[in-house]
């Protein structure tokens, strides 16, 4: 089968591989529908994540399930399915406890699972899943073409967004500032409003990621960066800072921005996979009562949440997606996101 592979930065292949097999009893062999980049794949795309050797990329993926192993019992052939960004059973105490993405018997795409068997990368025509009962979530009914690049939101960056929204206590009448304008700050904006905030600050200098912040909620926007967006967000919310802001970058800038634009009492939650070095000051943080909860979201454990809101169109963050490729494209879908030239891209096999 055909998969992606990085071999170095900035040198993504699309080469061919072997085809996965079930060998542990508990696993599926799942076709892809759909995959795609995520921002987090253009560290090492960058050359900030070292890549030693080739190796398999891309943790997002949906499909149909093919073949079952004999101790599967939840998940069946013909099934059309949501895999988070990694692999776990659901049912350990860290899964039960709600961090399913620090599961004790877990794993990650495109590396050997705790049996020795190997999970593929995501952006592949197939995939090995590991513990499917616990990993996989069926969706019910027949899925239409349309639908799959929201479901696909569902394995990362709508219940990545989600999170940050959970983490910083997002609530009815909340004033919200959301940090970032990739797809995981856009998806925020849809949580924060579908949990009841009423005052949505999206911090964007992008004219079309601003429209599309607007669309999913947001009801001001802030291009500004530093002292003068700081001063910004504080005009729009009684000249203290927002309620709860959301940050969705990774980098010590972000989380400057993020905490200099919460108000006293107030509380940030942080998704972006921490890039540059972010470092907390205790000190101001401790002299405002700011609050900072967060980490890399455990999206398993929000797809059924989430799952009927975008099946009824109530959300739609499957609009992230403003470029489509077949895989055999994968390195120009790297390329697009790695110069702005798209937000997300999906990619077909």
């Known amino acids: 089968m055909l998969a992606t592979v990085i071999h170095a930065a900035r040198d993504i292949r699309v080469e061919s591989v072997p085809d996965p097999e079930l060998s542990t009893g508990g696993d599926a062999i799942v076709r892809v529908v759909a995959s795609c980049v995520c921002g987090s794949d253009l560290w090492p795309y ?3 994540t070292p890549t030693r050797e080739p190796h398999r990329i891309g943790h997002e993926f949906v499909g149909v399930v093919e073949e079952v192993g004999d101790d599967v019992e939840r998940i069946g052939v013909g099934d059309f399915v949501i895999a988070p960004f990694y692999v776990c059973d659901n049912s350990c105490i860290n899964c039960r406890n709600g961090v399913s993405t620090s599961c004790l018997h877990g794993g990650w795409w495109g590396s050997d699972d705790r049996l020795g068997g190997f999970a593929d990368g995501g952006q592949g025509e197939r995939v090995r899943v590991p513990l499917a009962d616990g990993t996989l979530v069926a969706v019910p009914g027949e899925v239409a073409d349309d639908q799959v690049p929201g479901l696909l939101t569902l394995s990362d960056v709508m219940g990545t967004g989600h999170h940050a929204a959970v983490s910083a206590g997002v609530g009815p009448g909340d004033s919200v500032a959301v940090v970032g304008d990739g797809a995981v700050g856009l998806c925020a904006i849809i949580a924060a409003r579908r949990l009841g ?36 967000v504080q005009e729009l919310t009684h000249g203290i800072g927002a309620d709860r802001v959301l940050e969705c970058v990774g980098t010590k800038e972000s989380m400057d921005q993020a905490i200099r634009s919460t108000r006293p009492g107030g509380m940030v939650g942080y998704v972006g996979a921490p890039n540059g070095g ?32 975008v099946l009824s169109g109530a959300i739609q963050p499957g609009r992230v997606f403003d470029l489509e490729l077949p895989l055999a494209e994968a390195a120009e879908a790297y390329a697009a996101m790695d110069e702005r030239r798209a937000v997300k891209v999906l990619l077909r096999p």
Request: hydrophobic content about 40%.
């Open 46 to 48: 960058r050359g900030i």
């Open 197 to 232: 905030a009423t005052t949505i600050i999206a911090m964007s200098r992008h004219p079309e990621r601003q429209a599309l912040a607007r669309d999913f909620g947001a009801t001001h926007i802030v291009a500004e960066r530093g002292e003068v967006g700081i001063k910004a």
């Open 278 to 309: 972010p470092e907390l000051p205790v000190r101001p943080l401790f002299n405002r009562n700011i609050g900072v909860n967060g980490g890399v979201a455990p999206v398993r454990g929000y797809i059924e949440e989430l799952l009927p809101d």
